[in-house]
């Protein structure tokens, strides 16, 4: 379900852009057939990768080695790599894109070391950069990633053909990296240079980024397109996914009237638990507290079952934590927030100790900051309560510096030190928060905006003194 979310949103753009780029028009010996295994063993890597169990985890290690020996020649200084054309590079980076990355950015890194000017190559490490970005947790690795994403596209276009293509590229990774004007230009220019061939959701992209920029009046406009409303029209899901954004530009518009208009019209598309909670949302945003609370306290029943029931089970979380948020009147370090904020979306640490006499005990670390974003960083990411988990981890960043751990949590820490979370995530932390403003695929966007801007305006350096 989330898969087929996603595609309405940027991050589809990597997906739609592996089979958009145009193919190297002169053939050599070799490319061909190069092109073709390489497109074979990714397609194959994407639909294990979607599989579940043991045996889709063992399929997914053999092809990924399967591909990193179909591609070794290409890396290796050797006689493979010295015969290598520039088309080799670009046909065996492609298909890889969205499936393995890392493996994309290798090939054309290579390609570039021998072909410095080779345009599509620089547009195939921004597409893998962004795909490895989308795939991480916020981190400071993932901000890395899309701003060398911003570098390889911005190089792309300083040489030619001047495609769209990069355009969108440059305008997915500005828009995550919270340089909306900039986003809006490229995105203008990409529309302009597309033409026929520009993406079909290109104008919900709009959208999203409007939203995310603050910009109201202009996102409802975008929203209201002819071509993105006769898709509406058709799309049921869409449908619901461009309400909840015209719903969240309205409450930044601060218009109360439309905020009650788009949620009649949200609801009556969409009767569930989802849209009474981007409902409160709404609400919140406006000031409406009392009349947000009445709708979060009809929280889904939880279950924990079938896909569905877990999927209800989270979306409750994300009720009883946005009505811990609305109350909130403290986003520092040392707020009260944390601990019941983590109790909302379920989630606890607990390791086993022993007493002197050796007795083993259960250790209650839940209130660690520390092992707190050590479960935030392991959790697997679920859209229903993933803007609280993001708010939560943020606050556990900021109270890390005072937190003095326990003899149990400093031996803890040695085994968990790959997942430790690090002062320096709290930037892309902060930047998903905002991200997720647009992102009508995830609930409380409004919610994880205004905590955003609350945090942020903790750790804004203070005025310089006269």
Not at 80 to 100: C, D, F, I, M, N
Not at 357 to 367: E, M, R, V, W
Not at 410 to 415: M, Y
Request: hydrophobic share 50%; aromatic share 4%.
């Amino acid at each position: 379900m989330h898969a087929a979310m996603h595609s309405f949103v940027p991050k589809g753009i990597a997906a739609w852009i592996a089979f958009a780029l145009p193919l190297a028009a002169q053939e050599l010996p070799g490319v061909a057939e190069l092109a073709s295994q390489v497109h074979e063993l990714a397609q194959q890597l994407a639909e294990a990768k979607d599989a579940d169990g043991a045996e889709a985890g063992e399929k997914v290690k053999a092809l990924t080695k399967a591909i990193d020996e179909l591609v070794a020649p290409l890396l290796a200084d050797a006689a493979g790599a010295k015969q290598a054309t520039v088309e080799h590079y670009v046909e065996a980076s492609s298909p890889l894109l969205v499936p393995y990355p890392l493996a994309a950015v290798r090939v054309a890194e290579a390609g570039l070391k021998r072909f410095p000017d080779a345009r599509f190559l620089y547009d195939h490490i921004g597409f893998a950069k962004t795909k490895l970005a989308d795939d991480e947790k916020p981190c400071a690795q993932q901000l890395a990633d899309f701003r060398a994403a911003e570098q390889a596209f911005r190089k792309a276009l300083t040489l030619q053909p001047d495609t769209f293509h990069a355009h969108l590229g440059l305008f997915q990774a500005l828009d995550h990296l919270g340089r909306y004007d900039e986003a809006l230009q490229q995105l203008d220019v990409a529309e302009k240079t597309a033409g026929n061939e520009a993406p079909p959701m290109l104008p919900l992209w709009r959208g999203c980024l409007l939203v995310r920029a603050r910009k109201p009046a202009e996102a409802l406009a975008a929203l209201q397109a002819d071509d993105l409303q006769a898709r509406v029209a058709a799309d049921g899901e869409l449908k619901k996914y461009v309400l909840a954004l015209m719903l969240r530009a309205a409450a930044l518009a601060g218009d109360a009237a439309k905020v009650a208009a788009q949620t009649q019209a949200l609801k009556a598309a969409d009767d569930s638990p989802a849209a009474t909670l981007e409902a409160a949302d709404g609400l919140l945003a406006i000031g409406k507290k009392a009349d947000a609370m009445k709708l979060l306290a009809n929280k889904p029943a939880a279950g924990k079952d079938s896909d569905d029931e877990r999927e209800l089970a989270q979306l409750a979380q994300s009720f009883a934590a946005l009505e811990v948020v609305a109350n909130a009147t403290d986003f520092g370090a040392a707020s009260p927030l944390r601990i019941p904020l983590g109790k909302a979306l379920g989630h606890s640490f607990h390791s086993m100790g022993a007493d002197k006499s050796g007795k083993p005990y259960d250790l209650d670390l839940s209130g660690s900051p520390v092992m707190m974003g050590v479960l935030l960083r392991r959790a697997p990411a679920t859209p229903p309560k993933e803007w609280g988990n993001r708010l939560l981890l943020a606050l556990c960043i900021e109270a890390m510096p005072a937190h003095k751990p326990s003899p149990e949590e400093t031996f803890l820490r040695a085994s968990v030190k790959d997942d430790l979370p690090k002062a320096e995530d709290l930037s892309a932390v902060l930047a998903a928060m905002n991200y997720a403003v647009g992102d009508p695929t995830e609930p409380c966007g409004l919610a994880s905006g205004r905590a955003a801007a609350k945090l942020q305006e903790k750790l804004a350096p203070a005025p310089a003194k006269k």
